[in-house]
């Protein structure tokens, strides 16, 4: 690793800190750091003028990893960015739960390893998620944790329906459903119900949220599998759909979202040498 991307999410990175930090250790190593903002910050945001930052979309093709300093929700957002350009993506945790960074920012002494290639890659399933409006596709995304069809703030439950290839596997009323990933599986997911997935599964997971209802559970589908959901008796009642928690699209009645396995794969870096039960008990039994 000779060019690297840091990308700071400025408001968790007090001060910008942590990037600061790691910048330093990485450029005595003698790596060559850029610090790009993962996403534009409100205007009246004030950027210290003693760091020089990069415009991401420009260099996110000359860099051979991103560095992203965050919580989840951060990592999420920039490993659709670092995907698509087929970057890897290693996350330093600066949130609350950080389940999909590899390092806390106690940890930074770390990245010397980045320098001698001392490394492994994880390859990481995402999700292609459409909706298509009768003949037409109005929406389209990549999602590395989830895919999520809900109601809006009406107390009401909505009336989906789940197919698989075609063929109904459950039908419901509720509060809407969760298509997520192996990766996504520790997120909604399983606060819905769902279980635990380990990332390198090539599957698929169906969790309804909140089903009015005794016999509708997760099911967990090969990757080969195309989802569609579909909405029933809800007329002129709020649906949106949300991947991996970014802005809620609003849906039509008549809309399906279909849900496939993406060509694209995230790739996590790793430093350390640990299982992904280690993660799980440290994350949730600490």
Do not use: W
Request: hydrophobic fraction near 40%; include cysteine; aromatic fraction near 6%.
């Amino acid at each position: 690793m000779k060019n690297i991307i840091l990308t700071p999410n400025p408001y968790r990175d007090k001060g910008f800190q942590t990037v600061r930090e790691a910048k330093r250790i990485l450029e005595e190593s003698g790596v060559t750091c850029k610090i790009c903002l993962p996403f534009e910050v409100d205007s009246t945001f004030v950027l210290p003028t003693d760091l020089q930052f990069s415009r991401l979309d420009r260099e996110i093709h000359h860099c051979d990893l991103v560095i992203c300093f965050g919580g989840d929700g951060t990592i999420l957002h920039m490993a659709k960015t670092a995907t698509k350009a087929g970057i890897p993506i290693l996350g330093v945790n600066i949130g609350t739960m950080g389940f999909m960074a590899e390092l806390e920012s106690t940890e930074l002494a770390l990245l010397r390893k980045l320098a001698d290639d001392q490394y492994s890659i994880d390859r990481r399933l995402m999700l292609d998620v459409i909706i298509q409006r009768n003949q037409d596709i109005i929406f389209h995304d990549i999602s590395l944790n989830d895919v999520v069809v809900t109601k809006g703030a009406v107390a009401r439950i909505m009336n989906l329906s789940v197919e698989c290839d075609g063929v109904e596997a459950v039908s419901f009323g509720g509060d809407g459903v969760i298509v997520a990933t192996p990766t996504g599986s520790t997120a909604y997911s399983l606060s819905a119900g769902g279980p635990i997935v380990e990332p390198e599964a090539d599957s698929m997971l169906i969790t309804p949220i909140c089903a009015h209802d005794i016999v509708s559970r997760c099911i967990v589908t090969s990757g080969k599998r195309v989802i569609t959901v579909k909405m029933f008796n809800s007329t002129k009642r709020n649906a949106f759909l949300s991947v991996d928690g970014g802005k809620a699209f609003r849906l039509n009645p008549e809309d399906q979202v279909v849900v496939r396995k993406s060509k694209l794969e995230t790739k996590l870096l790793r430093l350390k040498d640990r299982s992904f039960y280690d993660v799980v008990n440290m994350k949730f039994r600490s």
